[in-house]
């Protein structure tokens, strides 16, 4: 049965929704870079009602980045029905996706993401209140595959999401439990697509064209997420769709591209945040994630550690070339 998410009429390359990464700014590089759906950071129902200045953020987004999804979470169907109402009003996503996977503690304590897991009724009025609040504006969710090893139910999760009119299912491939140890388990997404006849988004672990070919074979999802893969290496979503298109592995971009991109995202989060010094530090933690995409990754990270300035960031850059003896 064809999908009424339009996306899906090819095979969708989704950037996850990662709290803390997945903002406008690297959305937009992800997009640029072949991306074809994205979903903002996870944002509280409760946040929401508080109309504070950082749930704003989290809901900002340019048009380019259509089609966008706003992901929300909660443990309370009325409060998220209501949630989804003024997110829908307020900046017009192209579709709602619930969160159910979440591990965080804080999220949890409160009845949210994967708690819902072990909690179906629950689950069942949340999703059903937002399907009901937001209609005709599709809603998603996305899930792990079981509270635990000895509760693994994505299967039936999906099977009462898909009665409840949700539109599509992403599966990220571990238990709560897991955190974010151990493999994902591709076994059970493959279960999830053979349960339910909504599109199945399968997530975890892919770090390449191969990666997501072998896997969609396996299990015959309808598109691939990725997350952290993309942290380091946000060009993976074209090199999928290159491996995808001739079977062939597209070159890493040159050193002199990778700084390029980085002093960009600095830029613009310098611009994004107004102060110099709160944003370089604010970026620390990606610039250790890009950091992994480049040779002497190790010095690299030791100086991250301690940058404040946009100029700190040229000079590390400029030392880095030297080593590389590819000074310009
Ligand atoms: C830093 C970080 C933040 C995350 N935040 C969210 C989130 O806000 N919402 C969500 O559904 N999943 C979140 N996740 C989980 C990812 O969306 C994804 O399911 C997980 O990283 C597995 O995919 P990967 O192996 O491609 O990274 C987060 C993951 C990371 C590493």
């Known amino acids: 049965m064809p999908s009424s998410l339009p996306w899906f009429s090819g095979f969708p390359l989704y950037l996850a929704p990662m709290a803390g990464v997945s903002d406008k700014i690297f959305r937009q590089f992800c997009k640029e870079r072949g991306a074809d ?47 989804a109402k003024h997110v829908v009003d307020w900046v017009r996503p192209d579709f709602i996706d619930l969160n159910f996977g979440c591990p965080v503690n804080k999220v949890v304590a409160k009845n949210g993401g994967s708690a819902l897991l072990k909690d179906c009724p629950t689950l069942t009025a949340v999703a059903g209140a937002v399907v009901r609040a937001v209609a005709p504006l599709p809603v998603t969710a996305k899930i792990r595959i079981g509270w635990d090893a000895d509760s693994i139910n994505a299967p039936r999760v999906a099977t009462i999401l898909e009665e409840t009119g949700i539109q599509a299912v992403a599966v990220h491939g571990r238990t709560r439990a897991q955190g974010y140890s151990g493999e994902a388990d591709w076994k059970v997404i493959g279960e999830v697509v053979e349960a339910i006849s909504i599109p199945v988004i399968g997530n975890g672990d892919l770090t390449s064209g191969a990666d997501v070919i072998r896997r969609r074979a396996e299990t015959g999802i309808a598109g691939a997420m990725i997350g952290r893969a993309a942290m380091s290496a946000p060009w993976i979503f074209d090199h999928v769709k290159h491996y995808f298109a001739t079977g062939e592995q597209l070159a890493s971009p040159t050193i002199e591209e990778k700084w390029a991109l980085i002093q960009r995202h600095c830029q613009l989060a310098v611009e994004e ?26 010095l690299l990270r030791e100086k991250f550690q301690h940058v404040s300035s946009l100029a700190e960031i040229d000079a590390i850059a400029s030392q880095h070339r030297q080593l590389q003896g590819t000074a310009v």
Request: contains cysteine.
């Open 37 to 83: 759906v994205l979903v903002t950071e996870f944002v509280s129902a409760e946040g929401v009602f508080r109309r504070n200045e950082r749930t704003r953020e989290y809901l900002d987004f340019d048009e380019c980045e259509r089609p966008i999804g706003v992901q929300l979470f909660g443990g309370n169907a009325e409060h998220m029905a209501e949630a």
């Open 273 to 298: 945040w107004g102060r110099e010094d709160q944003a370089i530090r604010s970026m620390r933690a990606r610039l250790m994630a890009y950091s992994k995409a480049f040779p002497h990754a190790k």
